[in-house]
């Protein structure tokens, strides 16, 4: 038998040995094989040792024979994965709302998740972090937010650890232990967890998604993108969307990734997959297409009061939440709808429409990735964890809702008469849609709050779906056990049959620290194993301890910078009896003192710990990387060059030209044909600016959020090079005023204008700047020239950027 060892070992072949060495008995034989499986890099236990990862490759035996006759031929190495590991499929929705979704008794009709729950088990209170990033870094690393440098979103990151948003080697994410462990993995959709700083070919790229654990990336890196005119990145590389009629990312991201799958099961069928499918819905914009609207038509006509007290109802016949819940106060701030006119009210209704719409569309695309897991037989042993929302649904579209959220990025409002206009188009191509703060409290019945507020449920309470039909066999039960976000990591790795590693790369690992939650698979009566979590975003923060909830509100977003208490103070606290009090309606701080002073010193104890500390509630400031602390690629440079193929540059990878005096100077050859299209361009559609040639003429357009102001030169381009600069002489006095603006043409001026105000915070979230085109939607709101993206005909030498801050008539050349 020992001869089956000779060489190396098929791997898949060792256990069975070990069952037939142990049926004969014999410590001789065991012995041996224990002996022979070490020396291949394979553990007595099991086919290898996973406690340090990578599995090292044994090297080869010497070979003293001169015939490849006389030499028995080794077997490939491969790590395999353990026996029957299950595939797994993580579906992530953005901004839902705990009451959003039909399968936890909401109004959005989401048969996918309604599906998956009836054929597997609801949790009712599983948690995320209140944000977007945070959520995603814990749910992929099984450790909290902080503690993986993660406390708040990549573009308001602050210079202190745990805000950093650098992810540390010591804490490798679960996609890279199930790589090395022998998966296949592939991630599609929104990332969000790369520093804008290190998306440029200047790199690292340690923090993108090919190298935290996956081997195929499909998606877009930062916090949104326009579902309709999308800058996706394959792996590390800009590509074209897809050219197509009414094309729209989520249906591409989703035919991506069953053509992913398909491929790896046809080549490699033995193979387990991993799948982080992380869609785009319901974040802002709300980008939807007619058919999918049409089906809400009227649905909300009743306004937010009704549907927050019609969600409770319903959520309780459906046992999500349990009976005589009572629907918790929500701020007075929130306007009743009664008060509203009737423009107002339509214009509302129509929101929340497309809200719900996107929402379900989401759902059916996620179905469609399912159905063809399905299809290929695989859905039987695939764990699929599907989490409706990444935080609670969003009041980031503040007091009016917006046709165009990017206003509200630079505090902009927009008037009743102004969105009416827009109505017929919400949702479509020419929009950047998000709806009223008021809608985000309904869908997040029935607690008080939203997204951003780390102490309130409706922050951080998502309903999650767990589908394992091989596994799970009492399916279409709820499961009450408190969960949280860290704790899909570790039930993916317990499925898996996996230990947590205990080095990577060498690098000894901090151990996960959210729970395997497969506990509960049988047992809908199992002990709560999750008896502690803290939360804590952007100042808002709370601490769970066995049933227990105390909380601090420092502020609601939409009151930004307005703060109703204090971290200097530390005021504010409330608590509640979870066990008792499922919507956190009834503040109990004044009869428990004794209690509440120890959960928040029990805050602090975890605070520390997890490198929640220092706590900075600054909001909006801190999207300015200065104010923030965090480093830029540039430091004090004014100056910078640019070349053709720099592409998708993010804005904190290059010099910030808002609310300074500044410079563009392209340097150009021009050897006759057709020589139209942009020369460099930075944001897009809904916010931005782009120096180009139309009609041979330089022309230059600065988009004010959707206002197009243009200069076009009052000469044409000459043959030979050329150098075209434009200059913007900054009003100062604070933030987005005005500009006196002139285009120059070999040192003549050849256009000049006026800005009454201009950007002052964010030109777009992820369309970057690129030279010598105009990726994803158009600064301009049209193609310049023939080309796709209005590339630019002729040739560019090199752009140069340079900003003024200390004189703001510096810029005249």
Not at 247 to 265: L, S
Not at 306 to 328: C, D, F, H, S, Y
Not at 448 to 464: H, I, M
Not at 725 to 736: A, H, I, K, N, V
């Amino acid at each position: 038998m020992l001869e089956e060892l000779q060489g190396m070992p098929d791997p898949i072949k060792v256990p069975r040995l070990i069952r037939r060495l142990t049926v004969g008995g014999g410590v001789l034989l065991a012995t041996s094989l224990t002996i022979a499986c070490m020396k291949q890099g394979q553990s007595q236990a099991g086919v290898f040792d996973r406690t340090n990862l990578p599995i090292a490759e044994p090297r080869p035996e010497k070979v003293t024979k001169v015939l490849p006759s006389e030499v028995p031929l080794p077997a490939q190495w491969e790590v395999t994965a353990p026996a029957d590991a299950p595939n797994v499929v993580i579906i992530l929705l953005d901004d839902v709302g705990y009451a959003a979704p039909s399968a936890f008794g909401g109004v959005v009709n989401m048969p996918t998740a309604e599906k998956l729950a009836d054929n597997g088990l609801r949790y009712n209170k599983f948690h995320t972090t209140a944000l977007c990033a945070p959520t995603r870094a814990a749910l992929k690393s099984g450790r909290n937010h902080h503690k993986v440098n993660t406390g708040s979103i990549p573009e308001i990151a602050t210079g202190y650890a745990g805000n950093s948003t650098v992810v540390p080697d010591y804490a490798v994410p679960v996609a890279e232990i199930l790589r090395l462990n022998g998966y296949n993995t592939a991630a599609f959709g929104k990332w969000h967890e790369t520093p804008g700083r290190e998306t440029t070919a200047a790199g690292p790229q340690t923090r993108w998604p090919t190298r935290q654990g996956f081997e195929k990336f499909y998606g877009f890196v930062g916090a949104e993108d326009n579902m309709w005119e999308p800058t996706i990145h394959d792996g590390v590389t800009v590509v074209d969307a897809p050219k197509k009629d009414r094309y729209h990312f989520t249906e591409d991201m989703t035919d991506q990734a069953i053509g992913w799958v398909r491929q790896q099961k046809a080549i490699k069928p033995d193979k387990p997959f991993f799948i982080y499918y992380s869609s785009a819905g319901a974040h802002s914009p709300h980008h939807v297409g007619k058919k999918w609207i049409d089906k809400y038509k009227g649905k909300f006509d009743e306004g937010w009061d009704v549907l927050r007290e019609r969600n409770l109802k319903n959520q309780i016949k459906a046992g999500i939440v349990p009976e005589g819940t009572q629907m918790a106060k929500a701020p007075d701030s929130i306007p009743k709808w009664d008060s509203l006119t009737p423009q107002q009210q339509k214009i509302y209704a129509r929101q929340a429409e497309v809200f719900a719409a996107f929402t379900e569309h989401s759902d059916y695309e996620a179905g469609r990735l399912i159905q063809a897991i399905e299809d290929l037989g695989e859905l039987d042993n695939t764990l699929v964890i599907y989490i409706t929302g990444d935080n609670g649904a969003s009041v980031e579209g503040d007091r009016t809702g917006h046709w165009n959220w990017n206003h509200y990025l630079n505090g902009v409002g927009e008037t009743p008469d102004e969105q009416e206009a827009k109505l017929d188009e919400w949702g479509g191509p020419t929009t950047y849609p998000m709806y009223h703060m008021a809608w985000a409290i309904a869908f997040n019945s029935p607690f008080a709050l939203s997204k951003q507020v780390a102490g309130d449920f409706g922050g951080t309470r998502n309903g999650t779906v767990i589908h394992w039909p091989k596994r799970i066999k009492k399916v279409g039960g709820v499961r009450t056990q408190f969960s949280h976000v860290n704790d899909v990591a570790p039930t993916i790795l317990e499925a898996a049959n996996l230990p947590m590693p205990k080095t990577i790369n060498g690098i000894p690992q901090i151990p996960m620290q959210g729970t395997s939650l497969m506990y509960t698979f049988d047992n809908p009566d199992a002990k709560e194993k999750h008896n502690t979590q803290y939360f804590e975003i952007i100042g808002n923060r709370g601490i769970y301890h066995n049933g227990w909830m105390a909380r601090a509100t420092i502020m609601y977003p939409w009151m930004a910078p307005k703060r109703m208490n204090t971290v200097a103070a530390d005021d504010g606290w409330e608590l509640y009896d979870t066990t008792k009090d499922f919507s956190l309606s009834n503040n109990l701080a004044d009869q428990e003192p004794e209690r509440l002073a120890a959960l928040k010193k029990k805050f602090m104890e975890e605070a520390i710990e997890n490198q929640v500390l220092p706590l900075d509630d600054r909001l909006l400031e801190r999207l300015v990387p200065s104010v923030a602390g965090r480093p830029t690629l540039l430091g004090d440079r004014t100056s910078m060059d640019l070349y053709p193929y720099a592409w998708n540059m993010v804005e904190d990878s290059i010099l910030n030209v808002k609310n300074v005096s500044n410079s563009v100077t392209a340097f150009v050859d021009v050897k006759g044909g057709e020589e139209d299209g942009v020369i460099f361009s930075q944001g897009g559609r809904f916010g931005g600016w782009s120096l180009y040639v139309e009609n041979n003429k330089p022309s230059y357009t600065y988009n004010y959020m959707g206002e197009l102001l243009t200069l076009t030169s009052n000469k044409p381009l000459p043959a030979g090079k050329s150098e075209i600069r434009f200059e913007l002489d900054y009003d100062g006095g604070g933030t987005g005023k005005g500009a006196d603006l002139r285009l120059k043409l070999n040192g003549e001026v050849v256009a000049e204008g006026r800005l009454e105000k201009t950007i002052a915070s964010r030109f777009s979230i992820d369309e970057g700047a690129d030279v010598g085109l105009d990726r994803g939607s158009a600064v301009t709101v049209k193609t310049i020239g023939p080309r796709r993206y209005s590339a630019y005909g002729g040739q560019i030498d090199k752009v140069t950027l340079q900003i003024y801050p200390k004189d703001t008539d510096a810029a005249k050349g």
